[in-house]
């Protein structure tokens, strides 16, 4: 099985959309290939306080914002994740996905190390120098995860998968399509995949 993923770093259902995912891959036993693609939910915009951005983009009040961030913790906890989501920062994660489209093989551990530095060290993932750091701890160069940004190349495959989930339709994130016919969108709990998977093996299956 493939599974193609479209999410932000800084998007928190991706984060435990991702968590229920594997639940469920663990549970049906499965070793599928899961290819990601960036999905920047801020294109063009300097990072700024997520408290801010609740009240900027959605009307909320700071009380509303504090009890959105607070009921967005929560969800964290139910799969198993410690969010502190207070003080981090949101905008346009392009450099992050540069760097996840030039690290390979290594781009699923990477990604889960941005998560967690994002969600639960509270990182600033806007830093190019903290972006650097998280790649090599998962292994790769540090020279050429530093001149990674400014690879035409690399940002034109993380504009690509933009245009691609564009294309799709998709207006928000997690988004996730298996074996090129099946789209699932949202942080599903895992019971929810393991559905999406019979019923793909049903398919196969099927005269």
Known sequence: MRIDIWSDVICPFCYIGRVNLE????EAGLEPVI?????????GEAPYP???MFVKRYGQTPEQAKATIAGTEAAAAQAGLTFRLNGTQVGDTADAHTLLAFAGSKGSDLLQRMYFAYFTEGRNL???AVLVDLAV???LDKTLSEGAFDFASLRARV???QKQAQGFGVKGVPFFVFDNRTAVSGAHPPSAFLKAFKAIADNHTAP
Do not use: N, S
């Open 23 to 26: 639940t469920a891959i663990r």
């Open 35 to 43: 290819v990601h693609h960036a999905f920047r939910l801020m294109p």
């Open 50 to 52: 997520v408290e801010q």
């Open 126 to 128: 806007f830093d190019r």
């Open 137 to 139: 701890e998962v292994g």
């Open 159 to 161: 504009d690509e998968d």
